[in-house]
């Protein structure tokens, strides 16, 4: 596609509740970071994927947070038994190439656990 | 990995230059400085990376002095459209995963 295309755009969840996040990247990029922007705060690393592999998940606040890639485009974050914290909305992004230079950001998916 | 320090926010008006100054003191030998835009309810949008002197492209220009140990956003003649939150970062940009570190930003607001 022409940009990073994340679905939903908007997510309702109740405590408790399990919830998927996708990620569509640009084709053929290689990288593919998750990040994690609380209100007014700058974005705050996830995970990091090279093609299938993930490579840094360093950033995973919790065992209740998974991600994975496994052909190499599409991405899913998904997070188990939602807590109030969690609400923050979720940006994926991509880069070309391995090395990371110029990050495409998708507009973000905004979770928030009532 | 280095850590910036930019201005919380910043007012401007329409037509002026905005400089926005972030500090880096421990910035390392591979690192570049990248300064991402980015609008409410929109991702991050990369705007200009340089690794020394001056480095313009055509929404900016990013002027980093010697020492590396700061750098200068420089936005020409603002619009309204340029309110924005102003992100510094620093980091390896050839290695592979490098977990950019996005920090605070600086939220400008161009006024009429």
């Known amino acids: 596609g022409a940009g990073v295309s994340q679905s939903p755009r908007y997510k309702v969840a109740k405590r408790g509740q399990d919830v998927a996040l996708r990620c569509d990247p640009i084709?053929?990029?290689?990288?593919l970071f998750w990040y994690q922007q609380a209100l007014g705060q700058g974005p705050e690393f996830l995970t990091y994927f090279q093609n299938e592999a993930q490579l840094d998940k360093s950033g995973l606040p919790s065992d209740r947070f998974f991600a994975e890639r496994p052909e190499g485009s599409v991405s899913t974050l998904k997070i188990q038994r939602t807590q109030q914290e969690d609400s923050a909305v979720y940006l994926c992004?991509?880069?070309?190439?391995?090395?990371?230079?110029?990050?495409?950001f998708g507009e973000g998916s905004r979770l928030t656990v009532l | 990995l280095a850590k910036t320090t930019q201005p919380i926010s910043m007012d401007s008006y329409e037509g002026q230059e905005v400089n926005i100054t972030c500090s880096h003191n421990n910035i390392a030998t591979n690192d570049y400085i990248t300064w991402y835009q980015q609008f409410p309810s929109q991702g991050p949008r990369f705007i200009i990376q340089g690794y020394k002197t001056k480095v313009t492209n055509e929404v900016a220009s990013l002027f980093i002095p010697a020492d590396r140990k700061s750098s200068t956003l420089s936005l020409p003649r603002v619009s309204l459209s340029d309110t924005a939150v102003y992100y510094c970062l620093v980091g390896d940009s050839g290695a592979a995963g490098n977990k950019l570190t996005f920090g605070g930003g600086t939220r400008v607001l161009v006024k009429p």
């Open positions: 992004a991509g880069t070309r190439t391995v090395s990371t230079g110029e990050l495409f």
């Open positions: 084709s053929g990029h290689v990288s």
